[in-house]
């Protein structure tokens, strides 16, 4: 199927010479498995911030009343938490991923644009340092929610100037990723890998990457009358001036939806490269698994103001939205009928990527469940902003993106790490995680229902009990997560003793397995060809 | 509330599905509700609610069967799909010697499942359309309220009763900070509810004077945006008296949790009746001047009353107990340049609020109590002012400087207790007066004294006023005979006027206005005389 470099022994010494060993290694690298480590340790780093600000809000809603931090500091927790996980810790864990793992699997030398991808990578640390940064600055951080409604967010203090320019930024570093990943996908694939025969990680990031650069201009605009409305005296969201508050919404969602799906394919695209390896079967429906993802991906376009439901649109809007929203149900359930049919009849063995890719269709699909429940705008009139909403998106988010995250990294760290981990500890993990996700969340379906608004500090004693639940689950969840990275360094300290083959998995496909694990410094310097 | 709240769980009402089409389907819905409402509330115990709250309007109703219908539908299918994983991740394991089979492909299949999920996402759809368009059709109100969000309390206004009110959080401070123990309607209570007749159809009128809100009442079926500078409607029609409450649903700032809201259902009876004293209360109708309180306090009365407002008016929200505000957001008071400088400047602050930031308004305190907060701010912390004011200072800033012609006097005015008719002249509150004639008929009605006599009175208290009629009609019959008695009643009412001394030039007339609502709403049968 490919060509493996002959003398490996010989490549590696060759390697090895040209590795920059000095201090601006990482500052001046242009090597794509330099950059996806990078990008993979910021955010994992980001992780852990947007953690530490969830578990303050979590001791604040352990009990009602008033106790750890001031209602002010809450809201900025809420917001920063919010931006920190989507922007600083989620997207570029699978950017980090692309970059480490689409050249392997495309049989290219590396990704397209080497010098931009160092640029679109360094241009996240100043990002960060705003965003944390601004907790430090008179008036706080930015407290005015992860969507920055106006005139709320017109309000603040300069921690949203900050922020700001933090989405900017990471705005900028997404769309030059983005560039990067379609052209490397459709121009550096070895010969003979046709369109049809990509794997399906590179499928879903390339339809991600579409939507990112279709997506993050919206943003920036909208963030850019923001910033004029509040510094420059334009009106844009404000009525005494002809604007209108609810405008910003629209133009926020209309990037905010698909932002959900560029969260969610590439995790599709992950699950569905491990399930078939570990059901030792080809995955079922390459083709429609194609199709349903870019019809998910258009349909994101058009169904944005279902998070507006409660603004006051027009009777004929509500039912647009609400059937559009439901559409969306199809080709995602298409896509979890596939796996399903993948498994079936195959011959599975449960390692921990496995698993956390079986954790990811058992949560997805429950926050895919939810999702329709508040697709019904009648319902979603009583749930919107609660707690509903907030289990919800954990599910869908957490669920979708955290854990095909994990999976991945157990799944293809023996590749970047040449040493396997240790399986007991990682199946430790994963059931750590499912069970303190699901202490954490389930309840809040409960609490929203029952009618606990979302980013209040403090509340009537009859949702005290399964706040104390939900809290004591989501300090439990952090705990696993300091528990991972002692695995991962474990891992690359080899640890397990054992290391990894250049196929480690019996049922893997695809071109990144025909390389030594770890991977050298430089592979595919002449291209495989894919039969 | 804490009785009803356990009762929530006892929900399941044959009521809920009348609206259902079909007997057939009545019974298909019934059964699914049915085990949804024992599947779901049978570990609800006190304190572990996890089901919506039991509605208290047709609309929460279809809100609530609707919720449980699809979640049963959702839990089968993810009870069925996550069977056949959990089969196949037994029985097609590796361990047990499974070979892997080859197939990768079937057409057949995969149209199947994209088709069912289709066909029950149709099925759905249709009750929550049928339930859209009740939510949405907000016309032929029997009551209209406008509500207001303020950062953070809100503002209800009985706009056609002519007076209006304010209603804050009722939770002491000291048991949001844990010194004392929480009350059972723990931040869910509120000095002055909102209050309104059972059985009625209420329109509210929903805006907001600074950031977003919402308003969200979870028995009522209601949550809808309050949006500065645009106004949104949403109704109801409350099925039972009590109390119901609801929380502000959209982050509006770092009170965002403090900010409750109460609706009180009354019986007609009782309603009439606390109508007719919040009427006598704000001096609605009445053509009286305003009652000024003259007296002289001394300035430490003054600021200890100051102290309390300061805690109970909100101003503590964003000032803080300490004055110190929050730096770069709220200014601080404590040393401030407005609270040592000139009073008359942080007068007016107060009566009139400061445009684009969260400071609003407080006109709607007392004289006494605008003069005490005035005079605490001023006194309190590193402050040493010695300017400080008396209510009758804030009186007369209200009108401009000087009092009203014949404004009455009174030595004291109950505390929070401000007759809001203060805030205009109280005989324009008498407008707009409306008529309201017999089904096709274009006589005076029997009981149009009253409203001629508030027409007149206005005219009398100011000298170059103007009146404006409007006759009013709706759709129903012939649009231009419809059309042609509005202008008639309009000018019998006109010519009323006119026998009572009023000059021609003092009374306009409008084009006949259409409104929507069935044949027997009286509202189609008015003539309404506006101030011009």
Same mark, same amino acid.
């Given at each position: 199927?490919?060509?493996?470099?002959?003398?490996?022994?010989?490549?590696?010494?060759?390697?090895?010479?040209?590795?920059?060993?000095?201090?601006?290694?990482?500052?001046?690298?242009?090597?794509?498995?330099?950059? /996806?480590?990078?990008?993979?340790?910021?955010?994992?780093?980001?992780?852990?911030? /947007?953690?530490?600000?969830?578990?303050?809000?979590?001791?604040?809603?352990?009990?009602?009343?008033?106790?750890?931090?001031?209602?002010?500091?809450?809201?900025?927790?809420?917001?920063?938490?919010?931006?920190?996980?989507?922007?600083?810790?989620?997207?570029?864990?699978?950017?980090?991923?692309?970059?480490?793992?689409?050249?392997?699997?495309?049989?290219?030398?590396?990704?397209?644009?080497?010098?931009?991808?160092?640029?679109?990578?360094?241009?996240?640390?100043?990002?960060?340092?705003?965003?944390?940064?601004?907790?430090?600055?008179?008036?706080?951080?930015?407290?005015?929610?992860?969507?920055?409604?106006?005139?709320?967010?017109?309000?603040?203090?300069?921690?949203?100037? =900050?922020?700001?320019?933090?989405?900017?930024?990471?705005?900028?570093?997404?769309?030059?990723?983005?560039?990067?990943?379609?052209?490397?996908?459709?121009?550096?694939?070895?010969?003979?890998?046709?369109?049809?025969?990509?794997? =399906?990680?590179?499928?879903?990031?390339?339809?991600?990457?579409?939507?990112?650069?279709?997506?993050?201009?919206?943003?920036?605009?909208?963030?850019?009358?923001?910033?004029?409305?509040?510094?420059?005296?334009?009106?844009?969201?404000?009525?005494?001036?002809?604007?209108?508050?609810?405008?910003?919404?629209?133009?926020?969602?209309?990037?905010?939806?698909?932002?959900?799906?560029?969260?969610?394919?590439?995790?599709?695209?992950?699950?569905?490269?491990?399930?078939?390896?570990?059901?030792?079967?080809?995955?079922?429906?390459?083709?429609?698994?194609?199709?349903?993802?870019?019809?998910?991906?258009?349909?994101?376009?058009?169904?944005?103001?279902?998070?507006?439901?409660?603004?006051?649109?027009?009777?004929?809007?509500?039912?647009?939205?609400?059937?559009?929203?439901?559409?969306?149900?199809?080709?995602?359930?298409?896509?979890?009928?596939?796996?399903?049919?993948?498994?079936?009849? /195959?011959?599975?063995?449960?390692?921990?990527?496995?698993?956390?890719?079986?954790?990811?269709?058992?949560?997805?699909?429950?926050?895919?469940?939810?999702?329709?429940?508040?697709?019904?705008?009648?319902?979603?009139?009583?749930?919107?902003?609660?707690?509903?909403?907030?289990?919800?998106?954990?599910?869908? =988010?957490?669920?979708?993106?955290?854990?095909?995250?994990?999976?991945?990294?157990?799944?293809?760290?023996?590749?970047?790490?040449?040493? =396997?981990?240790?399986?007991?500890?990682?199946?430790?993990?994963?059931?750590?995680?499912?069970?303190?996700?699901?202490?954490?969340?389930?309840?809040?379906?409960?609490?929203?229902?029952?009618?606990?608004?979302?980013?209040?500090?403090?509340?009537?004693?009859?949702?005290?009990?399964?706040?104390?639940?939900?809290?004591?689950?989501?300090?439990?969840?952090?705990?696993?997560?300091?528990?991972?990275?002692?695995?991962?360094?474990?891992?690359?300290?080899?640890?397990? /003793?054992?290391?990894?083959?250049?196929?480690?998995?019996?049922?893997?496909?695809?071109?990144?397995?025909?390389?030594?694990?770890?991977?050298?410094?430089?592979?595919?310097?002449?291209?495989?060809?894919?039969? | 509330?804490?009785?009803?709240?356990?009762?929530?769980?006892?929900?399941?009402?044959?009521?809920?599905?009348?609206?259902?089409?079909?007997?057939?389907?009545?019974?298909?819905?019934?059964?699914?509700?049915?085990?949804?409402?024992?599947?779901?509330?049978?570990?609800?115990?006190?304190?572990?609610?996890?089901?919506?709250?039991?509605?208290?309007?047709?609309?929460?109703?279809?809100?609530?069967?609707?919720?449980?219908?699809?979640?049963?539908?959702?839990?089968?299918?993810?009870?069925?799909?996550?069977?056949?994983?959990?089969?196949?991740?037994? %029985?097609?394991?590796?361990?047990?010697?499974?070979?892997?089979?080859?197939?990768?492909?079937? $057409?057949?299949?995969?149209?199947?499942?994209?088709?069912?999920?289709?066909?029950?996402?149709?099925?759905?759809?249709?009750?929550?359309?049928?339930?859209?368009?009740?939510?949405?059709?907000?016309?032929?109100?029997?009551?209209?309220?406008?509500?207001?969000?303020?950062?953070?309390?809100?503002?209800?206004?009985?706009?056609?009763?002519?007076?209006?009110?304010?209603?804050?959080? %009722?939770?002491?401070?000291?048991?949001?900070?844990?010194?004392?123990?929480?009350?059972?309607?723990?931040?869910?209570?509120?000095?002055?509810?909102?209050?309104?007749?059972?059985?009625?159809?209420?329109?509210?009128?929903?805006?907001?004077?600074?950031?977003?809100?919402?308003?969200?009442?979870?028995?009522?079926?209601?949550?809808?945006?309050?949006?500065?500078?645009?106004?949104?409607?949403?109704?109801?029609?409350?099925?039972?008296?009590?109390?119901?409450?609801?929380?502000?649903?959209?982050?509006?700032?770092?009170?965002?949790?403090?900010?409750?809201?109460?609706?009180?259902?009354?019986?007609?009876?009782?309603?009439?009746?606390?109508?007719?004293?919040?009427?006598?209360?704000?001096?609605?109708?009445?053509?009286?001047?305003?009652?000024?309180?003259?007296?002289?306090?001394?300035?430490?009365?003054?600021?200890?009353?100051?102290?309390?407002?300061?805690?109970?008016?909100?101003?503590?929200?964003?000032?803080?107990?300490?004055?110190?505000?929050?730096?770069?957001?709220?200014?601080?008071?404590?040393?401030?340049?407005?609270?040592?400088?000139?009073?008359?400047?942080?007068?007016?602050?107060?009566?009139?609020?400061?445009?684009?930031?969260?400071?609003?308004?407080?006109?709607?305190?007392?004289?006494?109590?605008?003069?005490?907060?005035?005079?605490?701010?001023?006194?309190?912390?590193?402050?040493?002012?010695?300017?400080?004011?008396?209510?009758?200072?804030?009186?007369?800033?209200?009108?401009?400087?000087?009092?009203?012609?014949?404004?009455?006097?009174?030595?004291?005015?109950?505390?929070?207790?401000?007759?809001?008719?203060?805030?205009?002249?109280?005989?324009?509150?008498?407008?707009?007066?409306?008529?309201?004639?017999?089904?096709?008929?274009?006589?005076?009605?029997?009981?149009?004294?009253?409203?001629?006599? %508030?027409?007149?009175?206005?005219?009398?208290?100011?000298?170059?006023?103007?009146?404006?009629?409007?006759?009013?009609?709706?759709?129903?019959?012939?649009?231009?005979?419809?059309?042609?008695? $509005?202008?008639?009643?309009?000018?019998?009412?006109?010519?009323?006027?006119? %026998?009572?001394?009023?000059?021609?030039?003092?009374?306009?007339?409008?084009?006949?206005?259409?409104?929507?609502?069935? $044949?027997?709403?009286?509202?189609?049968?008015?003539?309404?005389?506006?101030?011009?």
């Amino acid at each position: 199927m490919a060509s493996v470099p002959h003398d490996h022994s010989h490549d590696h010494a060759h390697d090895h010479d040209h590795h920059p060993l000095k201090w601006t290694r990482f500052f001046t690298t242009t090597n794509h498995k330099d950059i /996806g480590t990078m990008y993979m340790w910021f955010s994992f780093a980001m992780f852990l911030s /947007g953690g530490v600000m969830a578990l303050g809000i979590r001791a604040e809603l352990f009990q009602p009343g008033l106790q750890v931090v001031r209602p002010e500091l809450f809201n900025q927790l809420t917001t920063l938490h919010g931006i920190v996980m989507i922007f600083g810790a989620i997207m570029p864990a699978f950017v980090g991923f692309a970059n480490w793992m689409l050249p392997l699997q495309l049989g290219a030398p590396d990704m397209a644009f080497a010098r931009m991808n160092n640029w679109s990578f360094w241009l996240l640390p100043p990002a960060a340092i705003l965003l944390i940064g601004s907790f430090f600055v008179p008036g706080g951080a930015a407290a005015g929610g992860w969507t920055l409604y106006p005139p709320l967010s017109v309000q603040a203090g300069m921690g949203m100037d =900050m922020m700001i320019f933090a989405v900017h930024i990471m705005g900028a570093s997404s769309i030059m990723g983005s560039i990067n990943i379609i052209t490397t996908i459709l121009n550096l694939r070895a010969p003979g890998m046709t369109m049809m025969k990509l794997p =399906m990680f590179a499928w879903t990031w390339l339809i991600t990457a579409f939507l990112l650069i279709a997506t993050m201009p919206v943003l920036a605009g909208a963030v850019t009358m923001l910033l004029t409305d509040r510094h420059f005296g334009t009106t844009f969201f404000n009525a005494a001036g002809g604007g209108d508050p609810v405008m910003f919404q629209h133009i926020f969602w209309f990037f905010g939806h698909p932002e959900v799906y560029i969260i969610a394919l590439p995790a599709f695209g992950v699950v569905s490269q491990i399930i078939p390896t570990f059901s030792r079967k080809p995955l079922f429906g390459y083709a429609s698994m194609v199709y349903a993802t870019a019809s998910i991906a258009i349909l994101s376009f058009i169904v944005w103001a279902h998070h507006m439901y409660t603004t006051g649109l027009p009777a004929a809007g509500q039912l647009y939205f609400m059937y559009a929203t439901m559409l969306i149900a199809v080709p995602t359930a298409a896509k979890i009928f596939n796996w399903l049919a993948t498994m079936w009849r /195959g011959s599975i063995t449960l390692e921990t990527p496995m698993l956390f890719c079986l954790g990811f269709l058992f949560l997805f699909t429950m926050g895919g469940f939810t999702g329709l429940v508040l697709s019904l705008t009648p319902v979603d009139i009583q749930l919107h902003d609660t707690y509903y909403v907030v289990a919800h998106f954990h599910y869908v =988010m957490v669920a979708g993106a955290l854990f095909s995250a994990f999976a991945a990294v157990y799944y293809w760290g023996p590749k970047w790490t040449g040493w =396997m981990y240790e399986e007991k500890l990682g199946k430790i993990h994963f059931w750590w995680s499912l069970i303190a996700f699901n202490i954490t969340f389930f309840p809040q379906h409960f609490l929203g229902l029952a009618g606990m608004p979302r980013r209040i500090p403090d509340y009537n004693m009859q949702f005290e009990n399964w706040n104390a639940v939900s809290s004591v689950g989501a300090f439990l969840f952090g705990f696993a997560q300091i528990f991972f990275i002692v695995i991962v360094i474990r891992m690359i300290k080899g640890k397990s /003793g054992i290391r990894a083959a250049a196929k480690p998995w019996d049922g893997a496909e695809g071109l990144e397995w025909t390389v030594p694990s770890p991977a050298p410094y430089h592979t595919f310097e002449t291209p495989p060809v894919v039969k | 509330m804490g009785a009803s709240m356990m009762n929530q769980t006892q929900h399941l009402r044959v009521s809920t599905f009348k609206m259902y089409g079909s007997a057939m389907k009545q019974r298909l819905f019934g059964l699914l509700a049915l085990l949804g409402s024992l599947f779901m509330t049978m570990p609800a115990f006190a304190g572990w609610a996890i089901d919506l709250q039991k509605p208290n309007s047709a609309v929460a109703e279809q809100m609530y069967s609707l919720h449980v219908i699809i979640t049963v539908v959702c839990a089968v299918i993810f009870v069925l799909v996550f069977g056949v994983m959990f089969y196949s991740l037994y %029985a097609h394991r590796k361990s047990k010697g499974h070979k892997a089979a080859n197939f990768h492909e079937n $057409a057949t299949i995969e149209v199947v499942w994209t088709v069912i999920p289709f066909l029950i996402l149709l099925v759905m759809a249709w009750p929550a359309t049928k339930a859209v368009l009740d939510m949405r059709d907000s016309s032929a109100p029997e009551m209209t309220i406008k509500v207001t969000g303020y950062q953070w309390k809100w503002g209800y206004d009985y706009i056609h009763d002519g007076f209006g009110y304010v209603s804050t959080l %009722a939770t002491p401070l000291a048991q949001i900070k844990n010194e004392e123990t929480k009350g059972e309607n723990y931040l869910l209570e509120v000095d002055n509810p909102l209050v309104v007749p059972v059985g009625k159809k209420i329109r509210l009128l929903i805006t907001a004077n600074d950031v977003l809100h919402a308003w969200w009442v979870p028995a009522l079926g209601v949550k809808q945006d309050a949006i500065p500078g645009f106004i949104r409607d949403a109704w109801f029609r409350a099925d039972r008296p009590g109390l119901y409450r609801g929380n502000c649903a959209e982050l509006c700032g770092k009170e965002h949790g403090y900010m409750p809201i109460v609706v009180e259902v009354k019986t007609q009876a009782d309603y009439d009746k606390w109508l007719a004293g919040q009427k006598d209360k704000y001096g609605v109708g009445k053509v009286a001047a305003p009652v000024i309180d003259t007296k002289v306090y001394p300035r430490d009365e003054l600021a200890t009353l100051g102290k309390t407002v300061y805690e109970s008016a909100g101003c503590i929200g964003c000032h803080g107990p300490a004055g110190k505000g929050v730096p770069g957001q709220f200014p601080a008071l404590d040393g401030s340049k407005m609270v040592n400088g000139p009073i008359a400047d942080q007068v007016a602050l107060l009566l009139n609020g400061k445009p684009g930031t969260a400071m609003a308004s407080f006109k709607h305190l007392s004289d006494k109590d605008i003069a005490a907060v005035i005079d605490f701010t001023r006194t309190s912390w590193s402050n040493k002012s010695a300017e400080f004011v008396q209510p009758i200072d804030i009186a007369k800033a209200r009108f401009g400087g000087k009092l009203p012609d014949g404004a009455a006097v009174a030595g004291d005015t109950k505390s929070g207790d401000a007759p809001k008719a203060v805030t205009a002249p109280a005989s324009s509150s008498a407008l707009p007066a409306k008529l309201y004639f017999a089904i096709g008929k274009k006589d005076m009605p029997s009981d149009a004294k009253e409203s001629l006599d %508030a027409a007149l009175a206005f005219l009398k208290s100011k000298g170059d006023a103007k009146v404006a009629i409007t006759g009013f009609t709706d759709k129903t019959g012939n649009r231009d005979a419809n059309l042609e008695l $509005a202008k008639e009643r309009a000018k019998a009412v006109r010519s009323a006027l006119e %026998a009572a001394g009023v000059a021609k030039d003092r009374i306009e007339m409008k084009p006949p206005a259409e409104i929507t609502g069935g $044949a027997d709403n009286k509202e189609a049968r008015r003539v309404e005389i506006n101030p011009a």
